[in-house]
């Protein structure tokens, strides 16, 4: 399957909400005007004034940190773009939370038997050839779905045929590794909240680095610490037959 | 009425009020959820069950496998008299660790997943098989000192028989997840202060995590030897002080070091809340202990000995503090404050841990060696035998 993505081209955002409504109708959550991010909206539509809207949502980076950092693998990404959560594996530790780059792991916190929450990418519709709810309802195009390759593309194209209107930037085209999930801008991103400071390269790989030298310290570690020991101690033994030998001969006198 | 109470000494009293607080705590935490318990948010989901329970607990057992390396490995006999309180300590604290992993995973009735799920790309996931096979290698570590008690002969030789494989698989567990509590944090680049960011953090928790278990040696020989009006092992002591300026040594030079490659001075001396807690763990924590250390007529004395340890235990905390809550405040515009049950909690498992070492330092064999294992420990292979 294509993988897929979506375009959100904030200069087009009317505010209206209607995303957010569908995607609240969508995942059978309970409905509400919420502007941050919680167990009960998987996206909120932030009004930054001069009639500037962001959106905000779960990136489905190509290369997710939710997905690294789950100790017991309870976050997948598919193969058509997708990053999912599998609430019966999981074990509630929060670090997927800790580590996302953008904040958008949310947690059931007044539950006793919470989860984690955030959006799926309209999963089921993918799989039925529809596109996000979101998109579907979003009157103006500012939200899009389509092929990954054809939306960066289009996202190009806007950028070259009206550089006056963006900043030149395609967020979510690089940030960490990429995402699935692109936005367009005419007010540079980090005066709209977008985390300005993330490496190029997905996140995953710091971690790796530390964790690839598991096995060396394992193998180098063990022989080292099994040879000094063996090392020191033989001169003790050593030391001690000696003594005993000794002692052997000045009976046999 | 008045009998029960004369029983209650203070300290009792202050460990019965804890327990009180703790319990009523639980009680929330596992009938209303986290969210009522604490002070955690979507911004802010690690918090103090975190930042001290656990990366604290864990790095301040480390004199276990310290001790047991320096003398099972390196075959320095003379801190065998330490050995013990720091296998007692390390094993208490990993089971404490756990306990209070109960409290903060939300679902902590799914704590065996880390079993049968794999995640080998995650930290955490091996962070939990280490700290799973070291509470286990520990458990073995400190079984000697119960089968002594219990006069059981046979395990107690098989036990013994093991030891140096033991030290070594609970030295390579040890430096794996000490350091990977630190690597834990290697993916929040953006997120956590520059001060503490580095790529460094797996071996900056390795080496402050020795240093804080051999302070942690000395402070509890020292409260031990105040408790129970025994004689306190002076001489090895102040040696393992010596030990302590060398690794604090080393720490600084490491991390002026990674400042240097970083080019984050600047943010030591720009007058922020960051810096100032920067300044406080590495002046008060780091830099006055090697100090005092160094100085030979500070380190003989129990008194100078014990502040000392005891800076360095405040500087290990500090530290950990900062890296898992001040440091990523900043970012996470939360402003995180635990919750007064999230703090009796805490308080409740320390002094849980607490009680447990009195406990186990009165009835079991941990500082007074029986007058029978010294006669095993002549007849057998003295690398071999637990303590004499
Ligand atoms: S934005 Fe966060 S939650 Fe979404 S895929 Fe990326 S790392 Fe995972
Ligand atoms: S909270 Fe759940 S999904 Fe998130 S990292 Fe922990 S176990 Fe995985």
Redesign the interface.
């Known amino acids: 399957m294509a993988r897929k993505a979506m375009l959100i081209d904030i200069t087009r955002c009317i505010g209206c909400g209607l995303c957010r409504d569908a995607c609240k109708e969508q995942n059978g959550l309970p409905a509400g005007e919420e502007t941050?991010?919680?167990a009960n909206a998987y996206t909120v539509v932030q009004d930054y004034g001069h009639d500037v809207y962001v959106r905000r949502l779960c990136m489905h980076c190509e290369v997710p940190?939710c997905v690294?950092?789950?100790?017991?693998?309870?976050f997948t990404k598919t193969a058509d773009g997708p990053v999912l959560y599998e609430e019966s594996?999981?074990?509630?530790?929060?670090?997927c939370?800790?580590?996302c780059?953008y904040?958008v792991?949310?947690?059931t916190?007044?539950?006793?038997?919470?989860?984690v929450r955030k959006c799926i990418f309209c999963h089921s519709r993918l799989a039925q050839g529809l596109p996000t709810a979101c998109a579907e309802a979003c009157p103006t195009g500012a939200t899009i779905f389509g092929d990954r390759e054809e939306l960066i593309a289009e996202a190009q194209r806007r950028l070259r045929e009206e550089p006056e209107k963006y900043v030149d930037h395609i967020y979510g085209l690089t940030e960490a590794g990429g995402s699935s999930v692109f936005f367009l801008s005419a007010i540079p991103f980090e005066q709209l909240g977008f985390?300005g400071?993330?490496?190029k390269h997905p996140?995953?790989l710091?971690?790796?680095?530390?964790?690839s030298k598991?096995p060396d310290?394992?193998a180098v570690?063990?022989t080292a610490?099994?040879g000094?020991?063996w090392i020191?101690?033989r001169r003790?033994?050593v030391g001690?037959l000696h003594a005993k030998l000794k002692e052997m001969e000045d009976r046999k006198e | 009425m008045k009998k029960l109470l004369g029983q209650l000494t203070f300290w009792r009293a202050v460990l019965v009020m804890l327990l009180g607080l703790g319990l009523y705590a639980t009680y929330v935490r596992f009938t209303q959820g986290l969210g009522a318990a604490t002070n955690l948010s979507d911004q802010f989901p690690w918090g103090l069950w975190i930042g001290f329970d656990i990366l604290c607990g864990v790095g301040l057992a480390a004199g276990g496998f310290t001790l047991c390396a320096i003398v099972y490995i390196f075959n320095i006999q003379a801190y065998k008299a330490v050995i013990r309180p720091a296998v007692l300590t390390a094993f208490l604290g990993y089971l404490l660790v756990i306990f209070a992993l109960l409290y903060d995973l939300g679902r902590p009735e799914r704590i065996w997943h880390a079993i049968v799920m794999w995640n080998p790309s995650s930290v955490m996931f091996e962070v939990a098989w280490c700290v799973m096979l070291y509470t286990t290698v520990l458990a073995l570590e400190f079984s000697p000192i119960l089968f002594e008690k219990l006069g059981w002969e046979r395990p107690l030789r098989i036990v013994r028989a093991i030891t140096v494989p033991l030290v070594i698989v609970g030295v390579l567990l040890s430096t794996l997840h000490q350091s990977s509590l630190g690597s834990l944090y290697l993916i929040v680049p953006e997120k956590l202060h520059p001060l503490w960011y580095s790529s460094l953090l797996p071996v900056f928790f390795f080496v402050s995590a020795i240093g804080a278990g051999c302070a942690m040696v000395i402070f509890e020989s020292f409260m031990s030897s105040r408790a129970f009006k025994r004689e306190i092992e002076m001489p090895q002591l102040a040696q393992l002080g010596r030990v302590l300026v060398v690794i604090l040594m080393i720490y600084t030079v490491m991390k002026l070091q990674d400042l240097a490659d970083r080019r984050a001075w600047v943010h030591v001396v720009t007058p922020t809340l960051e810096a100032m807690l920067y300044w406080a763990e590495m002046g008060l924590g780091v830099l006055l202990p090697m100090i005092l250390l160094a100085r030979p007529h500070v380190r003989r004395h129990p008194t100078g000995l014990f502040c000392s340890a005891l800076l360095v235990v405040l500087g290990f905390v500090l530290n950990r503090m900062n890296v898992s809550i001040t440091g990523m405040e900043a970012w996470a515009r939360a402003g995180y404050f635990p919750s007064w049950m999230e703090i009796a909690v805490t308080m409740m498992i320390v002094a849980l841990g607490i009680t447990a070492f009195a406990l186990a330092a009165r009835h079991l064999p941990v500082f007074s060696p029986t007058a029978r294992e010294e006669k095993t420990t002549m007849t057998e292979s003295p690398h071999l035998a637990w303590a004499e």
Do not use: F, H
């Not at chain 1, 690294?68 to 309870?74: D, E, F, K, L, Q």
């Not at chain 1, 594996?89 to 670090?95: A, N, P």
């Not at chain 1, 710091?206 to 964790?211: C, G, H, I, Q």
């Open positions: 941050k991010l919680n940190t690294s950092v789950c100790p017991v693998g309870a594996k999981c074990i509630g530790c929060r670090y939370m800790q580590a780059p904040q792991p949310t947690y916190w007044d539950q006793t038997e919470p989860r985390p400071n993330l490496p996140l995953p710091l971690t790796w680095n530390a964790l598991i310290i394992v570690g063990g610490l099994y000094l020991w020191i101690n003790d033994e001690r």
